[in-house]
Each structure stands twice: as structure tokens, then as C-alpha cells.
């Protein structure tokens, strides 16, 4: 069971990435996924999250307007498409699964999800 994110990068601000998260050994349907950022020496913070289906998403108030998360089940891939990046966007960006059980209230919290995947670094330039 894995996931593996892919798509960070350098960029300047006012730029765009999409990350990308695959998942092997688990079928991404049976999940909500979520996406999460670590800068250095800082705690992981909750970034945004979907439900299995996709259709009821939630974000952290600093990446509302600007960041949105999806996801192709059929792929076992989730994305999460950032738009006007910010300096302050810098950090290690983590996709992770929550299992079924998981109650959504929950969802913002590391402790809900229990696979992650290994990270990508994203940094953003003045």
C-alpha cells in the first residue's frame, strides 16, 4: 500500500502547480484523501481534504479561493491544483488517506488519516 506525490517544484509567486498523488495497493474510492504542508520547523498543517466521492471538499481558510483539491477514482490518483502561490506557501506538501471509518469533523487532523505518502517540496519566490 503507497502513495506516491508527484508535481512540486520551484515557482515564482502569482504561479500555478497541480501535485499529484497515486495510489498503489488501495483502491483511492474507498478514501478521503487529504493534503497537508510542513514548512521547516513547523508542525504538519492541514491543507485540504475530499470525501470518497469527491463531491464535499474542505480547505484551511489560507488556500481558500486559491487551491482546489479533486481526484479521478478510476486513476486512484488525487490532485490538488494551486493557484497564486505565495511566498508563504513554501513547504514539504503530503497527500494522505483517511479509512471509511473516518468521521469527516475529523478530517483536518493528521491523526484521522493513516497512510502517507513520501512528499513533495514546493517552494514559492518572491
Known amino acids: 500500500v503507497q502513495l506516491q506525490a508527484s508535481g512540486g517544484g520551484l515557482v515564482q509567486a502569482g504561479g500555478s502547480l497541480r501535485l499529484s498523488c497515486t495510489a498503489s495497493?488501495?483502491?483511492?474510492?474507498?478514501?478521503?484523501m487529504g493534503w497537508f504542508r510542513q514548512a521547516p520547523g513547523k508542525e504538519r498543517d492541514f491543507v485540504a481534504a475530499s470525501r470518497r466521492r469527491g463531491g464535499t471538499t474542505h480547505y484551511h481558510d489560507s488556500v481558500k479561493g486559491r487551491f482546489t483539491i479533486s481526484r479521478d477514482n478510476a486513476k486512484d490518483t488525487t490532485y490538488l491544483q494551486m493557484n497564486s502561490l505565495k511566498p508563504e506557501d513554501t513547504a514539504v506538501y503530503y497527500c494522505a488517506a483517511a479509512p471509511p471509518s473516518t468521521i469527516w469533523s475529523s478530517i483536518f487532523t493528521t491523526r484521522a488519516y493513516n497512510i502517507w505518502g513520501q512528499g513533495t517540496q514546493v517552494t514559492v519566490s518572491s
Open positions: 495497493g488501495l483502491a483511492l474510492s474507498s478514501y478521503a
